[in-house]
């Protein structure tokens, strides 16, 4: 158990809807990323943020945004979701901004239908 | 602009046989280096890394890699097999600032018995 949390566990919905995916770090982790892994795609970096601000942005497409809130957990909304968009989602803490060891939560398993 | 390959997308070994996953990068400058492990329905989790120092790093559960400027690579290996090595195995760079990090398409392990 890594102590980053992620729920929903498997998420259903149809194209055109929107999603939130919920992260909570590890107790005393202010960093947190967003990464999307799909088959064809491999493991994307989407977005990193620290003690709330975004510091970092990879291949986060304009449908997506995300946010961490004062507590340090973050959200990633998703929407007008296509099939495409169908992947397993993870988000990791780390301590700090430096090259500390990112820590993966188990994932979220969205299926656009 | 970073850049991780990784050759080799399926390897298979003999339980108890030498395990080498290869991973060369490319980067304008000396970057840091990482090899995840992904077990099944799970997030990923750190073997080991590379920031600076001694060019052989050892991780977790016998792996260790080798940094070489000279090819830019960062092999991974393991002298023995195990069959709980089974996994999908990711390397991953990153620049010495900031923490976005830049993965490689990842490579199957199977390990027979």
């Known amino acids: 158990d890594s102590g980053v949390t992620q729920t929903p566990k498997h998420l259903i919905t149809a194209t055109g809807q929107r999603v939130t995916l919920r992260c909570s770090p590890r107790?005393?982790?202010?960093?947190v990323y967003w990464y999307q892994q799909s088959l064809d795609q491999g493991l994307q970096f989407l977005i990193q943020y620290y003690n709330g601000e975004e510091r970092a942005k990879g291949n986060i497409l304009e449908r997506f945004s995300a946010q961490q809130f004062p507590d340090l957990h973050s959200e990633l909304n998703l929407s007008s979701l296509e099939l495409g968009d169908s992947a397993l989602y993870f988000c990791?803490?780390?301590?700090?901004?430096?090259?500390?060891?990112?820590?993966f939560g188990p994932g979220t398993r969205l299926t656009v239908l | 602009a970073q850049s991780v390959t990784q050759l080799g997308s399926h390897v298979s070994v003999s339980e108890g046989a030498l395990v080498l996953l290869r991973c060369n990068y490319s980067s304008s400058v000396p970057p840091y280096l990482f090899w995840y492990v992904q077990y099944p329905n799970q997030g990923l989790q750190l073997l080991l890394k590379y920031t600076t120092g001694a060019t052989l790093v050892k991780g977790i559960n016998g792996f260790e890699a080798e940094f070489k400027k000279s090819e830019t690579s960062f092999h991974l290996t393991k002298p023995s097999a195990h069959m709980s090595d089974a996994a999908e195995y990711f390397c991953a760079v990153s620049k010495n600032t900031g923490n976005q990090f830049y993965f490689g398409t990842g490579t199957s392990l199977t390990v027979i018995p």
């Open positions: 990791a803490s780390s301590v700090g901004l430096t090259l500390d060891e990112q820590f």
């Open positions: 107790s005393g982790d202010l960093s």
